[in-house]
């Protein structure tokens, strides 16, 4: 079993149930952001609106996630 840290930046809604924005999961080979996300309280509909980044670099919902990854979940940010 591998494991990966996740944590929720700024406003992203927290469906934790610990509603700690920070946590270890444990995760089988060939799991994606997406599958966890699905896995830990995000709904499919708020997927489009999460971006994940992982080890510091911006990646997609269908990364394969590897262990000891550190991946962080945000929301677009935009100005005018």
């Known amino acids: 079993m591998n494991s990966a840290t996740l944590e929720l930046v700024g406003s992203v809604r927290n469906p934790f ?4 924005r ?3 999961i444990e995760f089988s080979d060939n799991t994606t952001i997406k599958t966890v996300l ?3 309280g995000f709904l499919e509909t708020e997927l489009e609106f999460l971006i994940p980044i992982v080890n510091g ?3 997609s919902h269908d990364y394969l996630l590897k262990n000891n ?3 962080w979940i945000s929301l677009p940010i935009g100005g005018g």
Do not use: A, M
């Open 17 to 20: 149930p610990s509603k700690k």
């Open 69 to 71: 990854d550190h991946i």
């Open 38 to 40: 699905l896995e830990n």
């Open 57 to 59: 670099t911006r990646s």
């Open 22 to 24: 920070k946590k270890i």
